[in-house]
């Protein structure tokens, strides 16, 4: 339905309709004009060559800074989505099944059922704060089990997972010797304090993915990386090697210069997001929505009794606004998924006829 609706909403703005885009996750601000002079600058200069498929050195040396690493444990990838495939992908390659907790991204269901592996999904509910049952996680760990997928902060619930529940969660997977994959994207623009996977040994086999696009406004850029052990980080590079090579080299120095501005851009990013969840909290709270209060950008997402979020969906884009139902996150029919990325006026007109719609 996620793609579905997409499609839908495009085909009603090519026959001249008006939409209200609240159905992705794409930042409505501009990349910050520095990040793309760095760009221009570098392609003047002649960086459009090929280059390391571990990513530059410098830039390396700077992210591995930031999570006190060495640079030895970072590999640029593609956006973080391909730093999520390659990694299932070497994992999982050979077949086994992976733990991932719901609500959840979709891409990592599809992404498991294209190598050929299996999912388990763990479903968590928003009544009790979206928090892992651990008990239920380790009762689903079976001999096949090679992975857990964690979001943190989650897509779609915006929710930080508490210490207690993570610290519970890797020691299991400690016990079990099975890899976490943190997906950690949202994690630098939380409006809560949010604990890594490297906050409990950056020596371990487990995993962080991250990336440039929601920071930094670089969606389109396609930039990310991976932190991991240097074995992995060299299986990694290998794969990189016999498919898109390298990252242009002048996209990697627009995302240094990223960094150099790096907590101007995501103080000015929580601000503004906090601003605008703190107006979907309101509009929606006194429309009778529950939900879970937001703790990073960029989603809400509501639940009424008995709704039919796929019908609620579909018949809200007849009114000009699209949002994503909650069954594109798992088994969450009553909810749908709110996107506060579309401009200021937009998003509260938008609200306005989620409202509505609901009268």
Known sequence: M?????????????????????????PDMTTPPEIVEAAYAAMKAGKTKYSSSYGELKLRQKIAEIHGVKAENVVITPGSKWAIFSTMFLTMKNGGNVIIPTPYWTAYDLITKSIGAQSKLLKTEMETGWKVDLDALENLIDSETKMIILNNPNNPTSKVMDDKTLEGIVEIANKKDIIVLS????????????????DYGSDSKHIISNGFSKTFTMTGWRIGYIVANKMFIDQVTKLNQITFNNVPVFIQEAAMKGLELHKQIAENIKAKYRQRADLASKKLSATGFKFTQPDAPFYVFPKRDGLDGEKFTLDLLDRGVAVAPGTSFGDYREHFRISLTAPDNEIETGLDKICEATQ
Do not use: Q
């Not at 793609?3 to 839908?8: A, G, R, S, T, W």
């Not at 994690?187 to 949010?194: L, P, R």
């Open 183 to 198: 997906d950690e994207v949202y994690g630098a623009i939380a409006f809560n304090k949010t604990k890594s996977i490297l």
């Open 2 to 26: 996620l793609y579905e609706i997409n499609e839908k909403a495009l085909k009603l703005e090519s026959e001249g309709k008006k939409i209200i885009r609240l159905n992705l996750g794409d």
